[in-house]
């Protein structure tokens, strides 16, 4: 398995992950750009539903530096009611075609907890990756299905539904109950034959404003799974809180907190505005060769 160098409290994780045949090098962190093809997302500005708003948005994306362009169709804001799988394939299907029509060369993660979703939206548009908010837990056949479909599979820690789990969500402590929740996903996934993990700690996701900040500060914690970390905390609630302020001026504060979340060692940033979150990650980039030149 992967080694990590260390120098103070920042250090480097040696992962890559297996695109289909292309190989994305995780040794610099990555930045995701979100598209939510949805009418509820939390964050207004995010939400599209025409192909064509897709398409430029994504191109945007890219330009500015993204190097995968997550894609959604159901909302996970806390409360959020769900939908059918027939209504989530309807809302996904023109705009994973005009992505793959217009941005072939797009690397595409499809965030769904659905296996028949996930299985439909790779055989006829090839999504490169699966975003899981549930790990599995919504969907038993999930995980059989990640290991046939043999795509990079993120798995999330979430207490409870989106309808319920911001219910006086409970741990005894949030760190370690997570490394246990993903030590025994990973292990299932692996005897299954499922290679190129990554886990999101699920930052909103049944968490109080306390949980939350004792995961990011903790973040480093995770490096023993030896797995590639992604962390989604671009505009939550969880900043404009400390912030009191809403989303849309939320920008700064997700700045500040991706910042920590890189020297906590996060290989994966999946965000709304990507051209701060790469900027970020330059500083971040600078920051450790000048503190190994002076080692």
Excluded at 74 to 101: D, F, Y
Aim: aromatic share 6%; net charge negative; charged share 20%.
């Amino acid at each position: 398995m992967n080694n990590f160098s260390t120098t103070g409290s920042l250090f480097s994780r040696y992962f890559s992950l297996n695109l289909g045949g292309r190989i994305l090098d995780l040794s610099v962190p990555r930045v995701m750009g979100i598209i939510n093809v949805t009418p509820d997302s939390f964050h207004s500005e995010s939400r599209l539903q025409d192909p064509a708003s897709a398409v430029r948005l994504a191109r945007d994306m890219l330009g500015e530096g993204a190097d995968i362009i997550d894609v959604g169709a159901v909302s996970t804001r806390p409360g959020a009611e769900g939908i059918s799988e027939e209504e989530e394939m309807n809302r996904l299907s023109p705009v994973l075609e005009a992505l793959r029509n217009e941005i072939p060369y797009a690397v595409i993660s499809l965030d769904t907890w659905r296996s028949e979703v996930a299985r439909q939206m790779f055989r006829r548009f090839g999504i490169s990756m699966v975003n899981d908010i549930s790990a599995g837990n919504l969907d038993p056949s999930m995980h059989t299905t990640m290991a046939e479909l043999g795509i990079p599979y993120i798995i999330m820690h979430m207490q409870g539904t989106p309808v319920n789990m911001q219910n006086q969500p409970e741990y005894g402590q949030v760190v370690d109950d997570l490394l246990q929740f993903f030590s025994e996903r990973v292990f299932r996934l692996r005897r299954l034959g499922v290679n190129d993990i990554i886990i999101d700690p699920g930052f909103g996701f049944g968490k109080t404003l306390e949980h939350n900040y004792t995961l990011l500060s903790n973040l480093g914690s995770f490096r023993m799974l030896e797995l590639p970390v992604m962390v989604g905390i671009s505009r939550k609630s969880m900043i404009c809180k400390v912030l009191e302020t809403d989303p849309a001026h939320a920008l700064n504060g997700t700045t500040a907190a991706h910042m920590v979340a890189l020297i906590q060692g996060a290989s994966l940033l999946r965000v709304h505005d990507v051209k701060e979150a790469v900027e970020t990650v330059k500083i971040f980039q600078q920051i450790v060769k000048s503190g190994a030149a002076s080692v």
